[in-house]
């Protein structure tokens, strides 16, 4: 299918950082910048597509292939990204501009975690719904908080290229709220409205969309640390 086709396709498609050798400090690091944007507009997209796959809107085999590549191409960028910007830093530059560079590498590195707990998200929802199904309120609270750790990240990384604020108190209401949610499913399990096989791949989900956040918040982080 095209779908597929492009989330193959964006393996390969990585933009081609330039030629060291003709670059200016400043200019290859707005080469790594514009990669490294890629790499977020990348795992934007693949909490559309996890979404999509576990509410029932788009659950294929196709999509979930497609969630994979698109892993695949998170880690291929974090993987130049970081051996670009070092070879940068052999050359003489500012304190603004190593700082700058180490933050490139430092969410780079986060943006590509964050795709791999997406994807374990979606291959996790894939074997809850092998035994139970998202319905009524463990429907409603699942989404609700997917929704809250995916605004968190597009709160964060809208700001990617610019400092910005502290988000450590939302991080961790996200966190209490995770464990809020498996608490409330073992106790459904126990009241014999679900299956004990299914409490530890529920767990998991939560655990999964509960490390985006942690990833999310180090982000943050990252941007903050800037000089």
Known sequence: TPDTDEGKKEKKKLLVLGNLADLRPATALFEAQKEVEKQRSIVERMFGLSKSYLDGTNRTEENLEKISNYEKATDNIQSEVTNFICKVMEKEMSAEQSSEAASYIKISDE??????????????????????????????????????VEDFFNEITKGIHSSGKDHAQKSEELRAHADSLRSKHIERISQGEYGPASSMMYSDMIVALRKVRSHSSNISTAINERL
Do not use: T
């Open 111 to 148: 943006l590509e975690s964050v795709a791999d707990y997406l994807e374990k998200v979606a291959i996790f929802g894939s074997r809850f719904l092998e035994k139970d199904s998202l319905e009524g309120p463990l429907k409603e609270e699942f989404f609700s908080f997917f929704k809250d």
